[in-house]
């Protein structure tokens, strides 16, 4: 069975502070991995994936993640954080081998404090 | 413009009375899957379908419904719903290695 594990409910950092928002997965192929952003309200946003090739992908806002097959991690960063990133992150996994399964981590809230 | 559509928004139902909340998507995607979320447990899947006719449960389908008769719909029955499916609802629809697009979501409340 795969599965999604966002060790942290809950991140703060300071505007201008580097952020990261940590992932780990277990899939039995090889792995799709997702995150999306979630605002107040609204349905989800896609952020960047990782499906193959350069380990370290880049997505919209400035976001970009670490795919790191060793220890099965996928965290997102960004190197500057802002105020209007304070937002819901979901982290989700595929297994190339059922696409139409997926499995979503429980949600990390960041918090940007001016 | 590419979107998912899901009707209603809000709904506010009786026990044991039978719903459908429709989701559409204008993408050509084979993908399509119904998602609740609960607020610590993120996103589970419900039912996902990975084209006409060919759908499978997902991590949380006891209680709902899903068919799969054309590409672009894929509605979620409630046959007899209880108040523990109160929830957020989402549809989303991909293809194979693409992102998932979300519809706007689907807020249930079962008195």
């Known amino acids: 069975a795969q599965s999604v594990a966002q060790p942290e409910d809950q991140v703060n950092v300071a505007e201008g502070n580097p952020l990261t928002v940590k992932c780990t997965y277990s899939v039995s192929g090889n792995p799709y991995l997702f995150w999306y952003v979630q605002y107040p309200n609204r349905g989800l946003q896609f952020l960047l994936k990782?499906?193959?090739?350069?380990?370290l992908v880049k997505g919209s806002y400035g976001f970009e993640a670490e795919f790191n097959k060793s220890q099965t991690s996928f965290h997102l960063k960004k190197p500057s954080a802002l105020v209007s990133d304070s937002a819901l992150y979901f982290c989700a996994v595929r297994d190339n081998t059922n696409a139409g399964k997926s499995t979503f981590g429980d949600g990390t809230t960041l918090t940007v404090k001016p | 413009e590419a979107q998912v559509t899901q009707n209603p928004r809000y709904l506010i139902t009786v026990t044991g009375k039978k719903l459908t909340v429709t989701c559409s998507q204008n993408?050509?995607?084979?993908?399509m899957s119904w998602y609740r979320q609960d607020p610590g447990l993120g996103l589970r899947q419900i039912y996902y379908?990975?084209?006409?006719?060919?759908?499978d449960k997902g991590d949380v389908p006891e209680g709902y419904k899903v068919s799969r008769k054309e590409k672009r719909n894929f509605p979620l029955i409630l046959e007899s719903p209880s108040p523990n499916q109160t929830s957020l609802y989402f549809c989303a629809s991909s293809s194979s290695g693409t992102a998932a697009f979300f519809g706007q979501g689907t807020r249930l409340t079962v008195v």
């Open positions: 990782y499906i193959t090739g350069d380990n």
């Open positions: 993408m050509n995607h084979e993908y």
């Open positions: 379908s990975m084209n006409v006719e060919v759908t």
